[in-house]
């Protein structure tokens, strides 16, 4: 529109001819000017949930990689996933998938690319929400998944008494009965079976067995020989005096809790407890780098994360971060220096830079997450989630790579923590009042910790030489017992105001030494680095030029997009400043080409105030009663 304008006025010049006309027609050029640069950079620039095509064009970004040539030129399909012949892209760096999983109602693309409105249109079936049972499980008439070995017991336990149907039947001639191993008919039932060197796991799976978890006797190194047992300790502990107990050297640790009353330090036997911060009131999830002996904390239900120096004083909170959602637990990778943490409104759990960067959300669509701790030495995130479908899960640090450990058997996973010297996993079900262990291979569970009268509510839960710390909201006091049996309960700190996150601090606890980049088995010769992507986290290992005079610590490498916003900021700063220049230029020029009308115009504008910070009202009224008067003169001489 303002295109054809334009031409029409250029026409009409060139009709008339003459120093006058050129005069007016040069004042139209610079007014139009920028225009025509604000259309051509708009129609450059796309939205933010859109494809820029190298054709300038834009699309939608649920367009890409959908085997279609949307942007004519085919650049919307050049950065997909090299799909062979009959495959669906699920879109850059991700899967690729049979055809006849397009559209079933089940989204098996990360970006649920697969299941689109756009794609699937009104056709699209609904939802498959009807559970498939593991091996181990029965599935009842209604869809209810019950234990294999609750079948046929005399005791209905499917809600439609779907489990009590069909009994005289042989159940191992069904998927083995549910086991992993042997399985033995019985009249009534079946029974699951192992072989001698294994043992029976949740009445239907057999795994081996390990002979020093089994006897539990060493605090962290164990070796089997010759059936005896041999135990030793990691660097920077020493051997205790009990057999197998191993005693962390250095300075002597303290445990570290929030209440609300502010946040409290005391030593491990209770002898010695003061609060340290009683202006940060609110108990909450904690971590701590305990090398520097940095806190970090968030108030309960809320999405403020904050951090505070033991050393300091006085000790002041600064905030570090403000997640999208509430943060109910929190976690910290001290080799990589990030910050995990869940958030049950999000549904989601996230890690960030200890520094404050923008959070990344690594997993989603999690049912009512609670807890999350991390092993950077060998690159896991743990995190429970204690939904309709309660689970202990692992994942690699940046995300991918997610593995269920503890499905079964679960409650409510309401805490964990880790014991890295033996690589266990220690987690606290409120439902069932324990606290239960296994391998970071989900493997060789034992219940350790059960309903003792202190078990009744747990908030935090800590793993130290021989014993687990937690925090009880019923009794209000802070207990520890025998991380391998429970036993030696002992009550350290009574009638504390509503406790919450509990942390040990001890350099010991957080070894530095060659860690993960990301993802375990992948170690960096030089350094890890973090590209701090908007839809991800990414670690790559550094070159050699690439580590010359650097630290060797994680750095930043600045996102593409983020170059964008800036140019696009620059130019568009550009634009405007032309704009206004030129129109400047307009004045002066026609001010020089009639100088009786524009001339009084102008004296007129400027004796009403003399100040150089003319107003912009003032402005805007001078330039339209000039630009309208122009117009009117080009139409006059165009008469």
């Known amino acids: 529109m303002a295109h054809d304008q334009v031409s029409q006025l250029l026409m009409a010049e060139r009709k008339k001819g003459g120093g006058s006309s050129m005069g007016h027609l040069g004042c139209l050029a610079l007014l139009v000017a920028p225009l025509f640069i604000l259309q051509i950079c708009g129609e450059e620039w796309c939205k933010k949930d ?57 989204a098996d693309c990360t970006n649920k690319r697969d299941e689109s409105w756009e794609l699937c249109g009104s056709d699209q079936p609904a939802a498959q929400t009807a559970p498939t049972c593991p091996p181990s499980e029965f599935q009842c008439g209604n869809g209810e998944c019950i234990r294999h070995v609750w079948r046929c017991d005399n005791t209905p336990d499917c809600s439609d008494g779907s489990d009590e149907e069909d009994c005289n039947q042989n159940e191992c001639l069904v998927n083995n009965g549910g086991c992993s191993h042997h399985c033995v008919d019985l009249p009534m039932g079946f029974l699951c079976q192992c072989p001698d060197n294994m043992k029976l796991v949740d009445d239907s799976l057999c795994e081996e067995v390990d002979v020093c978890l089994e006897r539990d006797v060493c605090d962290q190194l164990c070796v089997h020989s010759s ?24 300075d002597e640790a303290q445990l570290v809790l929030t209440t609300s009353k502010g946040i409290q330090l005391m030593s491990l036997f209770g002898t010695d407890h003061e609060t340290l911060a009683p202006h940060l009131p609110g108990r909450g999830p904690l971590a701590a780098v305990t090398s520097n002996r940095t806190l970090y904390w968030a108030q309960q239900g809320q999405n403020f994360i904050y951090r505070i120096s ?48 923008p959070e990344h959300p690594l997993i989603t669509g999690l049912d009512e997450p609670s807890a999350v701790a991390v092993e950077p030495l060998q690159g896991f995130v743990f995190w429970t989630q204690c939904g309709s479908a309660p689970k202990i899960e692992r994942a690699s640090l940046d995300g991918h ?18 014991d890295i010297p033996r690589q266990l996993l220690y987690w606290f079900d409120q439902g069932a009042r324990s606290i239960s262990r296994v391998t970071f291979e989900g493997r060789h569970r034992k219940t350790v910790v059960e309903s003792n009268g202190y078990l009744d509510r747990v908030f935090g839960l800590a793993v130290f030489e021989g014993y687990l710390y937690w925090s009880e909201e019923v009794t209000r006091s802070i207990c520890r017992a025998n991380k391998h049996n429970g036993k030696n309960l002992q009550v350290l700190l009574s009638d504390i105001p509503s406790g919450g996150g509990v942390a040990i601090i001890q350099p010991v606890l957080q070894p530095n030494g060659p860690a993960a980049c990301g993802r375990p088995g992948t170690l960096c010769p030089h350094a890890c680095l ?25 750095e930043i490498s600045v996102p593409a997009s983020t170059f964008s916003v800036l140019t696009f900021a620059g130019i568009l700063s550009l634009i405007i400043f032309l704009s206004v220049l030129l129109l400047g230029v307009v004045l002066w020029l026609c001010r020089r080409l009639q100088p009786s009308r524009a001339s009084s115009a102008l004296s007129f504008s400027l004796k009403d105030s003399q100040d150089p910070l003319i107003s912009q009202e003032s402005h805007s009224c001078t330039r339209t009663f000039l630009i309208e008067d122009l117009l009117l003169k080009v139409d006059l001489d165009s008469d």
Not at 404 to 415: E, G, I, K, M, Y
Not at 543 to 551: H, L, V, Y
């Open 227 to 250: 059936h005896s047992i041999t135990c030793d300790c990691h660097e920077g502990y020493r051997p205790g005096s009990t057999t197998g107990a191993c005693t962390a050297g250095g």
């Open 401 to 418: 790579g997610r593995t269920a450990l503890v499905t079964s058997s679960l409650n409510q996973p309401f805490a964990i923590t880790l």
């Open 50 to 106: 859109e494809f820029t095509c190298r054709s300038s064009r834009c699309i939608s970004t649920k367009l890409l990689c959908n085997g279609v040539d949307d942007c004519g030129d085919g650049s919307d399909e050049d950065s997909c996933q090299n799909c062979t012949s009959g495959l669906f892209s699920c879109g850059p760096s991700d899967a690729c998938l049979l055809k006849d999983k397009v559209c079933d109602g089940r």
């Open 310 to 357: 033991l050393d300091k004083e006085p000790q002041e909170a600064v905030l570090v971060q403000k997640a999208q959602g509430s943060v109910s637990g929190l976690a910290v990778d001290w080799i990589h220096r990030l910050l995990y943490w869940t958030s049950p409104d999000q549904g989601s759990l996230n890690a960030a830079l200890m520094d404050g960067s």
């Open 530 to 554: 973090i590209d701090l992507q908007p839809e991800r986290l990414r670690f790559r290992c550094a070159s050699t030029e690439t580590r010359i005079n650097k630290p060797q610590t994680p």
